[in-house]
């Protein structure tokens, strides 16, 4: 178990959502864990979360890269995380692209690598909080997104794409705002306070331990009930 004192070092593709989110589910989580935004604050701590942002698809490759240079000058990191989206991939595909860049950097051999490939993409999780879905919707949008796939009862990250006029991970934030707007939950990129509170995280840990649902969530469960 890493407990109270651990150290890690999170890279999350997102500019936006995942930045705030993330860090939000921890705090909820462990809220005596410290959450530093500042890189020099937390390389001089001896235990604590560090968040930065990947800045995207493909640039957060070189960001991992920079984060193993900081980590290996850190020297007591315990875990290296990295999150990103499979989009049109698959999620292989990128945890193996991953861990190329992480071997080539040569990090620290006492610094662990975990990586989660959100399959579709972080909204993807949304479709998944059963409590935000409205089961007498007269919607006419929403009833032909359930009627395409009905992510109550299906796998949300086993859906498939809408149009070609949408990459996996444009349908299913499309899919998850009309779901959650319906619902009076406002959601955008850069307004996700309502996805980061703990009981909508609660909810989707609920939908884990009923299905088989969500595998990528069901890692980042894991992930983060280990600080």
């Known amino acids: 178990?890493?407990?109270?004192?651990?150290?890690?070092?999170?890279?999350v593709e997102g500019e936006a959502t995942e930045l705030f989110v993330y860090p939000e589910w921890i705090k909820n989580l462990k809220p005596e864990l410290t959450i530093f935004s500042d890189y020099d604050d937390f390389a001089s701590a001896k235990s604590g979360i560090y968040f930065v942002s990947g800045y995207g698809y493909p640039n957060i490759f070189k960001?991992?890269?920079?984060?193993?240079?900081?980590?290996n000058k850190i020297k007591n990191v315990d875990y290296f995380c990295v999150i990103l989206d499979a989009d049109e991939d698959d999620a292989k595909i990128r945890e193996e692209a991953v861990k190329e860049v992480v071997i080539t950097e040569k990090m620290v051999s006492h610094t662990n690598l975990e990586v989660v490939v959100q399959n579709r993409c972080f909204?993807?999780?949304?479709?998944?909080?059963?409590?935000?879905?409205?089961?007498?919707?007269?919607?006419?949008?929403l009833i032909k997104l359930i009627q395409y796939y009905d992510v109550l009862n299906n796998d949300p990250e086993l859906m498939g794409n809408y149009s070609q006029d949408f990459t996996h991970s444009q349908f299913h934030f499309k899919y998850a705002v009309t779901m959650l707007r319906e619902k009076r939950v406002r959601y955008t990129k850069s307004s996700c306070g309502a996805v980061a509170e703990s009981s909508f995280y609660e909810a989707l840990v609920?939908?884990?331990?009923?299905?088989?649902?969500?595998?990528?969530?069901?890692?980042?469960?894991?992930?983060?009930?280990k600080l």
Request: aromatic share 10%; glycine share 4%; proline share 0%.
């Open 1 to 11: 178990m890493w407990g109270i004192a651990v150290k890690a070092y999170f890279v």
């Open 123 to 141: 909204e993807t999780f949304l479709l998944g909080n059963q409590k935000c879905f409205s089961r007498q919707t007269t919607n006419e949008e």
């Open 63 to 71: 960001e991992i890269a920079n984060a193993v240079k900081n980590i």
């Open 206 to 225: 609920q939908r884990i331990k009923s299905t088989t649902h969500l595998a990528s969530f069901r890692r980042i469960n894991e992930i983060l009930n």
